[in-house]
Each structure stands twice: as C-alpha cells, then as structure tokens.
C-alpha cells in the first residue's frame, strides 16, 4: 500500500512547475486557468480573442484594473476594504479633464501639472478615508461605501454633468490608443534588456547564496527559469510588434498604459516586500494586537495605505482619461468590484495577512479577459454581470477552501 505521505503526481509537477516558474503552486493554478479560459474564448471567437489587436487591446484594458488593484492588495492584507476606488478614479479623472479643458489651452503643454493635481487630490482623499478608519475606528466599509456616493457625486458636480473633452494631444498617448506605445524597434530593445536584466538577476542570486551557503535551485532548474521568462517576454512582444497602425505595416510595439501598469507592479511590489513599510502592512494583517504590542504603529500605518489607494486610483485615472480623450460621469462605474475581484482571485485573502503584487495583475488579466471574451461574443451586459458575480463567489470559496486545506 502506497505512503499516504507521498507525494502525489500532480503535486510533484506543480513542484517542478514551480521550480522553473518561481511561482506558488495557487499561481502556477490560475495561470493554467487563464490559459483554459483563453483558449475556450479563442475557439468559440474563431480565433479572434487570441488575435494581436484583441491581445493588445486587452492588455490596455487590464491595466487600470491592474493599477487599482495593486494598492488593493495591500487594503485587504490589512484587513480593510475600500468601496470608493471607482468613484474616486472618476472624481478625480473629471477633475483633471476639467483643468484641461476649462483651465489650461489645450496643446501648451500644461497636462503634468493636471496630473499633478489629480494625484495629490487622490492622497488627499485617500488619507481623509484613512484618517476615519484609523484614529476615529469607523469600519472601513463604512467609510468607504459613503465614498463611493460622496465622490460619484462630486465627479458630477465638477462639471455639473457635462462631458468635457477633448484632452491634450500628447496626454492622450498615456491612454494608448493611436500612436499610444512605444513603437516595434523600442519594445524589441526594453525585451532584450529586460532579458539582460534577468539572467543577471539569476547570477547574482546564485552567487549570493553560493556565498552564504544557502540552498537553491540545480543549474538546470536555473536555465529553465530563465529560458521561460525570457519566452514569455519576447512572446508578449512579439504578440504586440504584429498588431500594426492603420493603414501602415508599422508595428506598434507596447502600449504605454502597459508600461505605466508594469512600473506600478515593480514599484509596488518592491514597497510590499523590500521595505520596512511592506513588512509592517503583513503583520499587522496577520495579527493587528501582536503589530501593535511590537511597536507598530498600526493607524498611521492605515493611513498611509488609503493614500497610497488614491495615489494609484488618480493613476488609473489619467489612463482611463487620456484613453477616452474626454471626461464622463460614467468613468470607474462599477470599477470597484472588478478591482476587489482580481485582488482576491490573485490569492489576497480577506481574512487579511497573505496576499501578493503579481497575484493581483493576475486576477485582473482574468477579469478583463472574461468580460472582453463575452463582448466578442455577443453577451449581454445583464449575463455578463451575472457571470463576473459568479466568478467572483467562486474565488471566495477557492480561497476559503485552499486556506482550509493549508491549515
């Protein structure tokens, strides 16, 4: 009769899997899932999902939910939530359209400034929500849900209405529409680099823990890890070289709101694992009177994570501006959920203390991906409402239900 300790087969590819991918076995299942739901959609498209223009289309969809759904990852750690980012991101996006169109000439160059004012709005507001929830203890939900109607409100005050448009020419390129990215030559240099980058990042790693006796992966598991992100890098590029400008062979290369989403990550997961404010964020979502009783500074630590959520909702905002070229009350509708939904399908779990960057970027990419799928197959908005909803249920019960299993 076989050990009931041994290892199972599934699990022992998960192992190599995640030997070669540096993964956790929960990514290593949502990526396997995301590739399923990917190739399901291509054959009941045609094959038009997994086109370069649906590919580049979707990836520039993604990132505003990317973008949020990073600094939500760092709310729910700490066991909060926050039900405004929709509405934030449209408050502050009308108020940058607004500066813009009613108070800066277009085409002088003023748009940074506009910016500017839209990211200080979003901390400001950030930290008003942080300020309720730390030192006056209102649940978060609480404070956040009457967010989510005061700054929808005041997104319609802003212009009394009125949709303003049109955007600064040069501002519209963060939006990635036409002329929106960096060109074939560019996204070919920034993939070899970033594979440059990659292979030194394994040296120096393998030469640190040679040096202080730690353990790591065979040299062959090295060169595999390599040789898969360096496939993934130049397949995402190559994907975004085929899909061309109107009416030219030009490639477009990769859009610029996926290169602002992919300096968010870094930023962002550099702050969650590397810094001290990173560390304090976990421990207090794992046991907030222990983070407390050790010297941390458990509200002014809460604060800073509602401002870091308005900073990146004033971010998302500026894409989702300058992709529209104008700025309209239905901006960040409903953004809120599909927000929560990646971060927690990402494998952030509610119960606070466990959560990751690339996980979130995950879950949004699954997010966008169903709804774009069902858009190119003709479902209404009603079904596909239903089905996100379902979705989003399902990846509770899966977090409940790996968390259980850990345990």
């Not at 300790?5 to 699990?11: C, E």
């Not at 190739?39 to 520039?60: C, D, K, P, Q």
């Not at 760092?74 to 929709?86: A, K, N, P, W």
């Amino acid at each position: 009769m076989a050990d009931s300790k041994t290892p199972s087969f599934a699990k022992k590819c998960l192992d190599k899997l995640a030997l070669i991918t540096g993964m956790e076995h929960r990514m290593i299942v949502m990526l396997g899932a995301l590739l399923a739901i990917w190739l399901v959609l291509n054959t009941l498209t045609g094959g038009i999902f997994l086109s370069a223009r649906n590919l580049y289309n979707l990836s520039v969809q993604s990132s505003v939910v990317a973008i949020m759904a990073t600094g939500m990852v760092l709310v729910i750690v700490t066991r909060h939530i926050d039900l405004s980012v929709g509405s934030l991101l449209g408050f502050v996006g009308m108020s940058i359209a607004w500066m813009q169109v009613e108070l800066f000439p277009i085409g002088q160059g003023w748009w940074p400034l506009a910016i500017v004012f839209g990211v200080l709005i979003g901390a400001a507001l950030g930290a008003m929500q942080g300020w309720w929830i730390a030192y006056q203890g209102i649940p978060a939900f609480v404070v956040t849900l009457g967010g989510l109607l005061m700054f929808r409100g005041a997104a319609f005050m802003v212009t009394e209405g009125r949709t303003v448009a049109p955007m600064d020419p040069t501002y519209q390129l963060l939006g990635g529409g036409i002329n929106g990215s960096i060109g074939g030559t560019a996204s070919t240099v920034l993939a070899l680099l970033c594979i440059v980058v990659l292979i030194s990042a394994a040296w120096y790693r393998r030469h640190k823990n040679s040096k202080n006796n730690k353990p790591q992966r065979s040299l062959v598991f090295e060169l595999l890890h390599i040789g898969f992100w360096a496939g993934v890098i130049l397949a995402f590029v190559n994907i975004m070289n085929s899909y061309t400008l109107p009416r030219s062979d030009e490639a477009r290369g990769i859009p610029i709101p996926v290169l602002i989403m992919i300096g968010t990550v870094l930023v962002m997961t550099f702050i969650a694992t590397r810094t001290r404010f990173g560390r304090y964020v976990f421990a207090i979502g794992g046991n907030p009177n222990a983070a407390s009783l050790s010297g941390i500074n458990v509200k002014k630590v809460t604060v800073f994570v509602f401002v870091v959520m308005g900073v990146l909702c004033a971010i998302a905002a500026v894409v989702t501006t300058a992709r529209l070229n104008a700025g309209t009350n239905s901006m960040g509708t409903l953004a809120e959920l599909n927000v929560i939904a990646a971060a927690v399908i990402g494998g952030t779990s509610l119960a606070g203390g466990a959560g990751t960057i690339p996980g979130a970027i995950l879950g949004a990419v699954i997010m966008q991906s169903l709804d774009n799928g069902m858009v190119l197959l003709g479902v209404s908005s009603a079904m596909r409402m239903i089905v996100m909803g379902l979705v989003l249920v399902i990846a509770v019960w899966f977090d409940v239900a790996y968390t259980r299993r850990r345990q």
